[in-house]
Structures are given as C-alpha cells and as structure tokens.
T-cell receptor, first 116, second 111 residues
Framework: GAVVSQHPSWVICKSGTSVKIECRSLDFQATTMFWYRQFPKQSLMLMATSNEGSKATYEQGVEKDKFLINHASLTLSTLTVTSAHPEDSSFYIC????????????FGSGTRLTVV | QKEVEQDPGPLSVPEGAIVSLNCTYSNSAFQYFMWYRQYSRKGPELLMYTYSSGNKEDGRFTAQVDKSSKYISLFIRDSQPSDSATYLCAMGGSNDYKLSFGAGTTVTVRA
C-alpha cells in the first residue's frame, strides 16, 4: 500500500512554456502533499506544502507565481512550472501524508525537467 | 549548524558486510524518524519508520533512535550490491508536517 504515482517521469520543454507535473496517491487519501526540488548530489529541498482544498504554502525564496500548486482532491496535487527557464531544470519530487494511519511519507518517483 | 547532520560519505563496503549509517539532530521536538533509500534519478523509497525512541527491525534492516542523545542509526546486515544507493535520514515533529532531511550518505556495496 501507500503508493504515490508521479507523471511524467521526464519532460523536455522550451524556454517560456509551461509544464504540469501530476502527483497522485493511488491507494490512500492524502490530506497534505509536498513538493521538493533536488539538485545533483544534494538532498531534497522543500518547495511548498499543499493541503486539499486550500492554497499552498511556499517556502521562503520559492516564487509562487512561477511554481503553481493545485491540490484539488484528496488524491491529486499538481505542480505547474510557468514560463520555464533553463535554470528551472531540475528533479522534482512529490510526497504525500496519508489522512489516517501515518507510518511515514511516501514519495513519488520524481520528474526530471529539462528546459532548453 | 544544520538541523540534521549526516555524513555524506561515500561509504564502500564488501558484499556481506554490515552497513552502519547515522544522523544527529538538534531539534528536540522531532518525534518521528525515517530512513529512505534513493537510487539515482529515482524518488526516495521509505525503508524504516520509527516513532520516538527505540529499535525496529525489518528483515536485514534495523533502525535505532536515541532521543536523549539526538542520534539515529540504520544498520543493513548481509549487504548486497543492490543496496548501493544514497540513504537519507528524515525526521519531523507534530507541530507541522514538514520533514527535515540529512544530506544523504552514498553507499557502494562491492561484489
């Protein structure tokens, strides 16, 4: 149990375009989902926390207008990178906290974004 | 000083050896502790979850938490080449749901 599906696994887009990444909890309801960014050989950096039905809370230094997060249901959260630039190229990972029965956070498989 | 300290390694051991990993932390409010394994270009995989102090065993993995010393450990017995990965410790408290991560330790198990 506790599976989180993240799509796409990798995406290449042109500068100036927008990219949407989906994060789904497949077998549980997630009241809270988290979005992370990871640079090569570094640990995870929290970008924002989203709760179902409410606005996301962004970490300091993360542009909320560039990284749009929507948590429309208890099983789906999306991250949209708007007007992407090459410096947005990175590995993005989501995780989810179950509504009940917490035994640790489950992470998605990650999305490698390359902006050209 | 970082909230969670973890030696980044790298750590190289022969197949069959015991791998010992650890993290120290400074926030006494942390109550739950996790160890994750991350392969290159993949999301972290939850290995062990522990609430408060104590030991927990799951197959070849043993997690230990000593809250009085603010020190957690992960032991991997009979290590296999497939255990070669980066291991991340993570912890959190009940005040909010955010996790604090260690830097990750890169482990190589030599066949």
């Amino acid at each position: 149990g506790a599976v989180v599906s993240q799509h796409p696994s990798w995406v290449i887009c042109k500068s100036g375009t927008s990219v949407k990444i989906e994060c789904r909890s497949l077998d549980f309801q997630a009241t809270t989902m988290f979005w992370y960014r990871q640079f090569p050989k570094q640990s995870l950096m929290l970008m924002a926390t989203s709760n179902e039905g409410s606005k996301a809370t962004y970490e300091q230094g993360v542009e909320k207008d560039k990284f749009l997060i929507n948590h429309a249901s208890l099983t789906l959260s999306t991250l949209t990178v708007t007007s992407a630039h090459p410096e947005d190229s990175s590995f993005y990972i989501c995780s989810a906290r179950p509504r009940t029965g917490f035994y640790g956070y489950t992470f998605g498989s990650g999305t490698r974004l390359t902006v050209v | 000083q970082k909230e969670v300290e973890q030696d980044p390694g790298p750590l190289s051991v022969p197949e069959g050896a015991i791998v010992s990993l650890n993290c120290t932390y400074s926030n006494s409010a942390f109550q739950y502790f996790m160890w994750y394994r991350q392969y290159s270009r993949k999301g972290p995989e939850l290995l062990m979850y522990t609430y408060s102090s104590g030991n927990k065993e799951d197959g070849r993995f043993t997690a230990q938490v000593d809250k009085s010393s603010k020190y957690i450990s992960l032991f991997i017995r009979d290590s296999q080449p497939s255990d070669s990965a980066t291991y991340l410790c993570a912890m959190g408290g009940s005040n909010d749901y955010k996790l604090s991560f260690g830097a990750g330790t890169t482990v190589t198990v030599r066949a």
